[in-house]
Nanobody, 125 residues
Framework: QVQLVESEGGSVQAGGSLRLSCAGYAYTYRSTCMGWFRQPPGKEREGVATIDNYGTTTYVDSVKGRFTISQDNAKNTLYLQMNSLNPEDTAMYYC???????????????????WGQGTQVTVSS
């Protein structure tokens, strides 16, 4: 059983930065991948960034150039560095782990088996 524990989010002004962390993952399977998702108020959960056990990363277009996903295998911790935040980034953020990861479905929440508890990120204008 994988338990994912996210760090506390926060509130920042537009243009600011935050870093989220997610502890507790381990690449048990060759095809495992990890992801960050977010769910704005009243909207569906959407994929933000993913990384696999080879270090290959993918990002949704709206965060490219602003967000960076990374991992520290020694600490079993996943990170999401978020820069140049804007109010549209306001959401509950979740980390997730997929045991078997299909590249074409990397942003599909249904592919992910384990989820963190979620952490709130609020960006004010």
């Amino acid at each position: 059983q994988v338990q994912l524990v996210e760090s506390e989010g926060g509130s920042v002004q537009a243009g600011g930065s935050l870093r989220l962390s997610c502890a507790g993952y381990a690449y048990t399977y060759r095809s495992t991948c990890m992801g960050w998702f977010r769910q704005p108020p009243g909207k569906e959960r959407e994929g933000v960034a993913t990384i696999d056990n080879y270090g290959t990363t993918t990002y949704v277009d709206s965060v490219k150039g602003r967000f960076t996903i990374s991992q520290d295998n020694a600490k079993n911790t996943l990170y999401l560095q978020m820069n140049s935040l804007n109010p549209e980034d306001t959401a509950m953020y979740y980390c997730a782990a997929a045991v078997y990861c299909s590249f074409s479905r990397r942003f599909d929440p249904a592919q992910y088996n384990y989820w963190g508890q979620g952490t709130q990120v609020t960006v004010s204008s």
